[in-house]
Nanobody, 124 residues
Framework: QVQLVESGGGLVQAGGSLRLSCAFS????????MGWFRQAPGKEREFVAA????????YYADSVKGRFTISRDNAKNTVYLQMNSLKSEDTAVYYC?????????????????WGHGTQVTVSS
């Protein structure tokens, strides 16, 4: 069974940094487009970033562009989200998602598999 497990969340001061990790198992990781999404209480789950199986195509939400970096290590079956210059509005539960053989997409409906999320809280 496919499993995605996020880690690295926590409490951080505004302006600080965190690095999230997502460990993938159960399928061929290298064939999957990977995405990061986030959801604040009472709000819709929103797209953050995604990269293709090769890492050659990357897409960021405007709200995080220039501050966040998505990367992947196919040998380790892991995708990362480096978050810098964090703001209070970045506070949310962050989820990773996978889309086997899929193209980069900002739509939650394009992703087949999801982790259970990791909490990121940014204090002022």
């Amino acid at each position: 069974q496919v499993q995605l497990v996020e880690s690295g969340g926590g409490l951080v001061q505004a302006g600080g940094s965190l690095r999230l990790s997502c460990a993938f198992s159960g399928r061929t990781f290298s064939s999957c487009t990977m995405g990061w999404f986030r959801q604040a209480p009472g709000k819709e789950r929103e797209f953050v970033a995604a990269n293709s199986w090769s890492g050659g195509r990357i897409y960021y939400a405007d709200s995080v562009k220039g501050r966040f970096t998505i990367s992947r290590d196919n040998a380790k079956n892991t995708v990362y989200l480096q978050m810098n210059s964090l703001k209070s509005e970045d506070t949310a539960v962050y989820y990773c998602a996978a889309h086997p053989w899929g193209s980069v997409s900002a739509s939650i409906y394009e992703y087949n598999y999801w982790g259970h999320g990791t909490q990121v809280t940014v204090s002022s």
